[in-house]
């Protein structure tokens, strides 16, 4: 599933090779079957019906919310005639769609060139199957810098106007979508070009329709361009936060701008920042280490998260709600709460894997594995098995509430990142228990018994 979950993670946003299925996949190539690239053994998602079902549905959804939530209003009761509204949503956009292809196009190839600048460290992820150590450039936070400045004082002289993004979303939206598929289909095409590809452990069954979904290429790259990177942490997250503040443009043109959308702008953006400021904790993520990029990563990255985390600040600019200040004074301690949480278990974790000697993380109990690991077993892992999707659900859930009370889609995406996070610790764990052995995690877990919140779950 698409997710922009950090310590998750991205989300992210995003499947272990070995599943509780016991089916197999379909006839493998040769280069599929050599030691190297080991067949994938069982499906996720349904296999390959269900991920032709997710290539088909999630564009589908996209497109979906956003007609649900629009200008004129934001209701779950246009679902009764969503086919005729979305059939005329498609129709008045493709005028401006030719525009759109452009402006996606210039922003994807805009941050490929940033990627590959001289500037930012150099870091070399995790060590391959294959022995290698790919080595990642990390500025993205100059690029997040760099494009909210140029944007920003472009705005402010009245050279362009922010909201016309506002304005072309729709077109935008579709335009991703060609866009990010078109991309996976290049993307799956070009993982057969050589028997050395090193594929990934869960996108090589053999099926076409599931492997496209998974991603069939661990780490494609065009020289040092490494495009899962590139596409997990820049174009989709960044255009998230200016996408917001396009909206937030658009309400002051309007003269309906108020602290609540501002407020959700601005922590998204922090959200964002954060992120691409710590871009090296990505390097050991699923996404990363695991899973290939293929349709779910590239749909995900490039269309769920920009266009559909947006429809808070776009609920906001058509339909205006004022909110008193002491419950958005609330809201906002939920979501410096769950900050904390978030980047307290994430930073305690991080220090661990990089030195246990750390003053920071030197009191911290540790359970010893038979394969030599050590699971941490306090602080904030101590409490349950995943502290950091609790808190990253936590300031999830605080922005959807700055839209106050009058429609519930604005509160899709906590609800679809607490599906998602579960989904995602049921994968963790069971990649956990390879990892460390089935005898010791079943240790850890006793020891740690709550997966995500204590006394609950």
């Not at 698409?2 to 299925?21: E, I, M, V």
Request: glycine share 8%; net charge positive; aromatic share 10%.
């Amino acid at each position: 599933m698409p997710s922009n979950t950090r310590g998750a993670s991205r989300s992210r946003s995003k499947t272990p090779h070995r599943t509780t299925s016991n089916a197999r996949g379909g006839a493998a190539t040769r280069k599929q079957l050599s030691p190297l690239n080991p067949p994938t053994m069982g499906y996720e998602w349904g296999g390959p019906v269900g991920a032709l079902a997710m290539i088909l549905f999630l564009p589908l959804l996209v497109l979906s919310l956003n007609t649900l939530c629009g200008e004129k209003q934001c209701t779950v009761n246009g679902v009764y005639k969503l086919h005729t509204e979305l059939m005329k949503t498609v129709r008045t956009s493709l005028s401006h769609l030719p525009v759109a292809l452009g402006l996606e196009l210039a922003w994807m190839l805009l941050h490929a060139l940033l990627y590959v600048a001289p500037f930012g460290a150099r870091v070399k992820g995790t060590k391959l199957r294959n022995g290698e150590t790919l080595v990642y450039n990390m500025n993205a936070v100059h690029a997040f810098l760099l494009t909210h400045l140029v944007v920003g004082v472009l705005h402010y002289q009245g050279i362009v106007r922010l909201a016309v993004l506002a304005e072309m979303f729709v077109s935008l939206m579709i335009a991703s979508i060609i866009i990010s598929t078109t991309m996976s289909i290049v993307l799956y095409t070009a993982s057969f070009r050589a028997s050395t590809v090193l594929l990934s452990e869960g996108g090589n069954t053999g099926s076409h329709v599931y492997d496209f979904w998974m991603g069939h290429e661990l780490n494609p790259r065009t020289g040092s361009l490494d495009w899962k990177l590139m596409c997990e942490l820049r174009p989709g997250l960044i255009g998230w936060s200016l996408l917001n503040w396009a909206f937030v443009a658009k309400s002051v043109e309007a003269g309906t701008c108020t602290p609540s959308i501002v407020v959700i702008a601005l922590m998204e953006s922090l959200y964002v920042f954060d992120g691409l400021l710590l871009e090296a904790g990505n390097l050991t993520m699923m996404d990363i280490v695991h899973d290939g990029f293929g349709f779910m990563l590239c749909f995900g990255d490039l269309t769920w998260v920009p266009f559909t985390y947006t429809l808070k600040t776009k609920f906001l600019a058509y339909h205006p709600v004022k909110l008193s200040y002491g419950y958005m004074a609330c809201v906002c301690l939920v979501a410096v709460v769950g900050y904390v949480i978030f980047r307290g278990s994430n930073s305690q974790k991080n220090k661990f894997r990089q030195n246990p000697r750390d003053k920071a993380v030197s009191k911290v109990k540790v359970m010893r594995t038979a394969r030599g690991k050590s699971l941490i077993i306090s602080g904030y892992w101590g409490i349950c098995r995943h502290p950091n999707y609790v808190g990253d659900w936590l300031m999830t859930l605080s922005w959807s509430a700055l839209t106050g009370t009058m429609a519930l889609l604005p509160y899709y995406q906590p609800v679809y990142f607490a599906v998602l996070l579960m989904h995602r610790q049921l994968r963790d764990e069971r990649q956990m228990a390879e990892k460390y052995g089935e005898a010791d995690w079943k240790k850890f877990c006793s020891i740690v018994r709550y997966r995500l919140i204590p006394y609950v779950y």
